[in-house]
């Protein structure tokens, strides 16, 4: 009996020193995680899901019909349900990026600074997130429509109100307006390791944040009612966007897992043959006897039956099977060609100064109070993107000289010919130039004839969100005229 009571002791001496309740701690998981990380993780998440070519997350190339696909073609006849591709896309940019933008600006708000360059960081660091909030929110407008905002993100509310697109995409604009007075560039933000975009440099940040205001302003240029608002939006931001390609916002990638471009981890280390140039892109290429043809494709000199005989570059047609083996292709492996696209370590770009270029332009040619020329920024935006992917000045200039390309010779308005190089500069960024093609509607595409629907202006809403969150989904349908790809959204007015 003496020895059970000492056993008992030993028991009770034993919990006494040690709280049972740290057998429920996951060692293996931290219990709390800096909102620099959080930072790193949503925003790599982001630019993944921007640059994407995994066919159940992001199919942005095949809508605007710079790819087409090989054996399987649903996605180029644009099947949006039989993979759930709308949910991959919503629930990326809610779920593992806005959440995760949410909850760093949440803990970063909370840390403790005295020093004067400290605050100034932290309220860096704070405008940032708010930066690539912005941006994630739009990509959702421009993607859907209406949307989930003011209601959203908010775990007491399970079924949140869809908010008008417009109205949203106003009150993004006027966001990204305070972010921007906020920035200062003459301090910092976040350290090099948990900004894989600019390593926290905050100058560069107030460049693409204007850039992106350059880029939303024009968005909404068409929409009547918000006319000044454009305009204004555009003129104040034109002066400090992105300039040049040492600016460009990119996520440069690691060559190991899992930090890969995913590119590489689907064309390269997947050893599938899934996609080749669409004829529609390729066909385009071969007419303007484009320069960067070499960068964006293999060459092509397999003999097939066909008269006439095979063009060094050759596109598969759009929506139809093809043989891979027969077609252009984005490289599969090793080639004795320039296909830096393929590398691991390719960056991931989400804006570019091609683009802002062309933004430039448009506002221009639209009579917006922006320094320099249309042609003057329809030259810098080509240039910049031959530049970009691997071309010379020289280049360039060749490429300019000819009337099919010049501003002043080819065909069209100014739509056509800004679209129709825009298209092309945006190459490997299918959401940019699926955005510049619904709003000057060049270059002129046509669905395939087994298409679902026509060229799609917009995704339709997820299937969870019908089955989860039934009646704002119903509401929201309604009120933007159906949710088919095919509805046009408010800023597509033409």
């Given at each position: 009996?003496?020895?059970?009571?000492?056993?008992?002791?030993?028991?009770?001496?034993?919990?006494?020193?040690?709280?049972?309740t740290d057998?429920?701690?996951d060692?293996?998981?931290?219990?709390?995680?800096?909102?620099?990380?959080l930072?790193?993780?949503?925003?790599?998440?982001?630019?993944?899901?921007?640059?994407?070519?995994?066919?159940?997350?992001?199919?942005?190339?095949?809508?605007?019909?710079?790819?087409?696909?090989t054996?399987?073609?649903?996605?180029?006849?644009?099947?949006?349900?039989?993979?759930?591709?709308?949910?991959?896309?919503?629930?990326?940019?809610?779920?593992?990026?806005?959440?995760?933008?949410?909850?760093?600006?949440?803990?970063?708000?909370?840390?403790?600074?005295?020093?004067?360059?400290?605050?100034?960081?932290?309220?860096?660091?704070?405008?940032?997130?708010?930066?690539?909030?912005?941006?994630?929110?739009?990509?959702?407008?421009?993607?859907?429509?209406?949307?989930?905002?003011?209601?959203?993100?908010?775990?007491?509310?399970?079924?949140?109100?869809?908010?008008?697109?417009?109205?949203?995409?106003?009150d993004?604009?006027?966001?990204?307006?305070?972010?921007?007075?906020?920035?200062?560039?003459?301090?910092?933000?976040?350290?090099?390791?948990?900004?894989?975009?600019?390593?926290?440099?905050?100058?560069?940040?107030?460049?693409?944040?204007?850039?992106?205001?350059?880029?939303?302003?024009?968005?909404?240029?068409?929409?009547?009612?918000?006319?000044?608002?454009?305009?204004?939006?555009?003129?104040?931001?034109?002066?400090?966007?992105?300039?040049?390609?040492?600016?460009n916002?990119?996520?440069?990638?690691?060559?190991?897992?899992?930090?890969?471009?995913?590119?590489?981890v689907?064309?390269?280390?997947?050893?599938?043959?899934?996609?080749?140039?669409?004829?529609?892109?390729?066909?385009?290429?071969?007419?303007?006897?484009?320069?960067?043809?070499?960068?964006?494709?293999?060459?092509?000199?397999?003999?097939?039956?066909?008269?006439?005989?095979?063009?060094?570059?050759?596109?598969?047609?759009?929506?139809?099977?093809?043989?891979?083996?027969?077609?252009?292709?984005?490289?599969?492996?090793?080639?004795?060609?320039?296909?830096?696209?393929?590398?691991?370590?390719?960056?991931?770009?989400?804006?570019?100064?091609?683009?802002?270029?062309?933004?430039?332009?448009?506002?221009?040619a639209?009579?917006?109070?922006?320094?320099?020329?249309?042609?003057?920024?329809?030259?810098?935006?080509?240039?910049?993107?031959?530049?970009?992917?691997?071309?010379?000045?020289?280049?360039?200039?060749?490429?300019?000289?000819?009337?099919?390309?010049?501003?002043?010779?080819a065909?069209?308005?100014?739509?056509?010919?800004?679209?129709t190089?825009?298209?092309?500069?945006?190459?490997?960024?299918?959401?940019?130039?699926?955005?510049?093609?619904?709003?000057?509607?060049y270059?002129?595409?046509?669905?395939?004839?087994?298409?679902r629907?026509?060229?799609?202006?917009?995704?339709?809403?997820p299937?969870?969100?019908?089955?989860?969150n039934?009646?704002?989904?119903?509401?929201a349908?309604?009120?933007?005229?159906?949710?088919?790809?095919?509805?046009?959204?408010?800023?597509?007015?033409?």
């Amino acid at each position: 009996m003496k020895n059970k009571f000492l056993l008992l002791g030993l028991i009770l001496a034993f919990v006494a020193c040690n709280d049972l309740t740290d057998l429920n701690i996951d060692k293996k998981n931290p219990f709390a995680v800096p909102g620099e990380t959080l930072f790193t993780s949503a925003q790599k998440n982001l630019v993944d899901q921007m640059v994407s070519t995994n066919v159940n997350f992001n199919i942005f190339r095949l809508i605007v019909q710079q790819w087409t696909e090989t054996t399987y073609t649903d996605e180029a006849n644009y099947d949006f349900a039989t993979r759930a591709i709308p949910f991959q896309h919503w629930d990326e940019l809610y779920r593992r990026t806005l959440a995760n933008f949410k909850e760093s600006a949440k803990i970063i708000a909370t840390d403790e600074a005295v020093a004067d360059e400290q605050i100034k960081a932290k309220n860096n660091r704070l405008a940032i997130i708010e930066v690539m909030e912005v941006y994630t929110y739009s990509v959702l407008v421009e993607s859907f429509g209406n949307i989930p905002y003011s209601e959203a993100l908010n775990i007491d509310i399970l079924t949140p109100k869809y908010d008008d697109g417009l109205t949203v995409y106003k009150d993004l604009i006027a966001r990204l307006n305070t972010a921007i007075g906020t920035l200062d560039g003459g301090f910092g933000s976040f350290n090099a390791s948990a900004d894989n975009i600019y390593g926290g440099d905050t100058q560069k940040w107030i460049a693409f944040a204007n850039s992106l205001k350059l880029r939303m302003g024009m968005t909404i240029a068409d929409v009547a009612s918000e006319a000044a608002l454009a305009k204004s939006t555009v003129e104040s931001a034109a002066a400090n966007a992105i300039g040049s390609n040492a600016d460009n916002a990119a996520v440069h990638y690691l060559s190991s897992t899992p930090n890969t471009n995913p590119l590489y981890v689907d064309l390269v280390a997947s050893g599938r043959q899934d996609f080749i140039g669409a004829n529609t892109f390729v066909d385009k290429l071969n007419a303007l006897n484009d320069p960067r043809r070499q960068f964006f494709f293999q060459h092509n000199n397999v003999d097939i039956d066909t008269t006439p005989a095979v063009e060094e570059y050759l596109g598969g047609t759009y929506g139809e099977n093809s043989i891979f083996s027969q077609f252009s292709n984005v490289s599969y492996g090793t080639d004795p060609g320039n296909f830096a696209l393929l590398e691991p370590t390719y960056p991931g770009t989400i804006m570019s100064a091609a683009e802002v270029h062309f933004l430039l332009a448009e506002a221009a040619a639209r009579g917006y109070n922006v320094s320099g020329t249309a042609e003057e920024h329809y030259n810098e935006g080509i240039t910049s993107s031959i530049e970009e992917w691997g071309g010379s000045q020289a280049d360039a200039d060749a490429y300019l000289a000819n009337p099919d390309v010049a501003y002043a010779t080819a065909a069209g308005t100014w739509q056509e010919k800004i679209g129709t190089q825009a298209w092309i500069a945006l190459y490997n960024r299918g959401f940019e130039a699926w955005g510049t093609w619904r709003r000057l509607d060049y270059p002129e595409l046509t669905a395939p004839p087994e298409a679902r629907s026509g060229v799609p202006t917009r995704l339709p809403y997820p299937i969870q969100e019908q089955t989860l969150n039934g009646d704002q989904y119903h509401l929201a349908a309604t009120a933007i005229g159906g949710d088919e790809a095919d509805v046009k959204l408010f800023f597509d007015v033409h």
